[in-house]
């Protein structure tokens, strides 16, 4: 059985590689992708937070707001907005009856934006999980 901090260890790792990919993606014009990827990176930092504060019981979704209300985060009204919108890109890359709309969202100029909205959402977990 894996330690707390082998687990910490793990998701971080993880969520690390996930965003050299996501960077990767948004490099190379695959936006919807990109973010696709940004979710991923959340939901791992999300999740390593919950280990470190709560319990090292993964918890079993991909919703970004609900993963933040499990590892006792407190989000303000904003990252709650873009925690709810990061968890769409999730389905909208999966899915094909979601893929051609999405596609279509993802220009180069919205995808900056909500990369940057991962990145800021990426350092306020970093810091909670230093203060767990």
């Given at each position: ?7 910490v260890r793990y998701w971080i790792t993880s ?30 930092l999300l999740k390593v937070v919950h280990v ?10 991909h919703d970004l707001l609900r993963l933040s ?64």
């Amino acid at each position: 059985m894996l330690t707390r901090g082998e687990i910490v260890r793990y998701w971080i790792t993880s969520a690390e590689h996930d965003y050299q990919t996501m960077m990767h993606l948004y490099n190379s014009k695959d936006y919807h992708w990109s973010l696709f990827m940004g979710h991923l990176v959340l939901e791992k930092l999300l999740k390593v937070v919950h280990v470190a504060r709560i319990n090292t019981e993964v918890p079993r979704t991909h919703d970004l707001l609900r993963l933040s209300e499990k590892a006792g985060l407190s989000p303000n009204d904003q990252q709650k907005d873009q925690l709810d919108l990061i968890t769409s890109f999730n389905i909208a890359a999966r899915y094909p009856d979601y893929q051609h709309s999405f596609y279509q969202k993802c220009t180069p100029a919205f995808t900056r934006k909500k990369l940057t909205a991962i990145k800021e959402l990426m350092t306020w977990l970093l810091v909670a999980l230093e203060k767990k």
